[in-house]
Structure formats: C-alpha cells, structure tokens
T-cell receptor, first 113, second 113 residues
Framework: AQSVSQHNHHVILSEAASLELGCNYS??????LFWYVQYPGQHLQLLLK??????LVKGIKGFEAEFIKSKFSFNLRKPSVQWSDTAEYFC???????????FGAGTQVVVTP | DAGVTQSPTHLIKTRGQQVTLRCSPK?????VSWYQQALGQGPQFIFQ???????QRGNFPDRFSGHQYPNYSSELNVNALLLGDSALYLC????????????FGPGTRLTVL
C-alpha cells in the first residue's frame, strides 16, 4: 500500500539551530512531492513543491527540500530556524493525475527562544 | 481574492445525526477535495469533486457523500454519525482538474457526542 512516513513526531530546538525533517514515501511511479505547514491557529499552507527538474527545491521562508529518488525521500531543511517557525509540518505525495494527495502524520516543531 | 472558505467553523452533533459541511473554492479553481484530519494525524483523503461528479474516493464508507454545484462550491454530508467521526474536516481546491497544488481552507471542527 502507498504510504508517506515522517520520521519525527515532535522536534524541539532553539532559535538559530538547523532543522531537518525526514519524509519517505512508498510508491514506485512518478510522484509529485509537497511540504505543507500549519502555523498555530492557521490553515495548511504550501511551503514548497517538487514536480520535476532540479531535485533541490527552495520554498518560502528560507525552507528547502531535496528529492532523492533512489531513497524515496524528500527531506525538508532550514539552516537557521526562528521562533516563528513553530508549526506542524506535513509531507504530502500526489500519486495520480487527478489530485489524490497522501499525507504523512506530521511533525510538530517547537522553536524555543 | 478570497481563498478557500468553509462553514461552519465548529459543529457539535450527537451519534446518529447527520451533518452537512460547506466549502467555497478559491477563485478560478474547479476541483474540490475533502479530507478528514483526526487529532495527531495527517489529513486523510475522503473524495474529490470535479465537474459536479465524484471523481475518486478514499477508504471512507458510503455514509460520507458529497456534492458539487455549478459554481464549484461543494458540500460534504455525513450520515449516521459515529463518535469516531469527530475530526477536523478540510476542504482543498485546485485548478486544472486537481493535479497541482491544493489550497486548503481553515476546516470545520466536528465533535460527535
């Protein structure tokens, strides 16, 4: 069965620390990959997406993600986090041409001052 | 330009009742997808509407049904509510039939007592 795995459920780090969130998917075909973020009290927002081309994609607010096809991974990174990055982060995979998304369980990130 | 809107914001029902949730897509979008997000989990795909038809469906029982109107707005209906239906219900809209970025609404929090 197709699945999306996010390795960490909770991450706590200090401001200026680097962040890396893991995402692995199980699907053998062509996939489009997304990272969404949900800030406290807000709705899900797109951080970045990968459809094709350069496997290193840059998103909003200094986030980037690297698609490694051989590892079925799409890890999210930010070199230096801010308190305002406190949020829940979701990896999602678009597995068909009709727009069916499969989401991971999410990672709650807390950045302490 | 209004984004995706959903109503109501919160809803409390009792077991066995029926509920209708509503969604207006982002301007220019023709596809609406519905997701259920239980506490501590990622969104789970319920179904998707395009051209007023249910185009595909996730692993949800027939108690979950929907509708899309000519103006692309959509409804999610749940019959014979169970305690386990308590969740945040998210609507997402997209254009070009769905195989692109989905934009999410704020959700409707349903509590079943």
């Amino acid at each position: 069965a197709q699945s999306v795995s996010q390795h960490n459920h909770h991450v706590i780090l200090s401001e200026a620390a680097s962040l890396e969130l893991g995402c692995n998917y199980s699907y053998g075909g062509t996939v489009n990959l997304f990272w969404y973020v949900q800030y406290p009290g807000q709705h899900l927002q797109l951080l970045l997406k990968y459809f094709s081309g350069d496997p290193l994609v840059k998103g909003i607010k200094g986030f980037e993600a690297e698609f490694i096809k051989s590892k079925f991974s799409f890890n999210l990174r930010k070199p230096s986090v801010q308190w305002s990055d406190t949020a829940e982060y979701f990896c999602a995979v678009l597995t068909d041409s009709w727009g069916k998304f499969q989401f991971g369980a999410g990672t709650q990130v807390v950045v302490t001052p | 330009d209004a984004g995706v809107t959903q109503s109501p914001t919160h809803l409390i029902k009792t077991r066995g009742q029926q509920v209708t949730l509503r969604c207006s897509p982002k301007s220019g979008h023709d596809t609406v997808s519905w997701y259920q997000q239980a506490l501590g989990q990622g969104p789970q795909f319920i179904f998707q509407y395009y051209e007023e038809e249910e185009r595909q469906r996730g692993n949800f029982p027939d108690r979950f049904s929907g509708h899309q109107y000519p103006n692309y707005s959509s409804e999610l209906n749940v019959n014979a509510l169970l305690l386990g239906d308590s969740a945040l219900y998210l609507c997402a809209s997209s254009q070009t039939g769905g195989a692109d970025t989905q934009y999410f609404g704020p959700g409707t929090r349903l509590t079943v007592l």
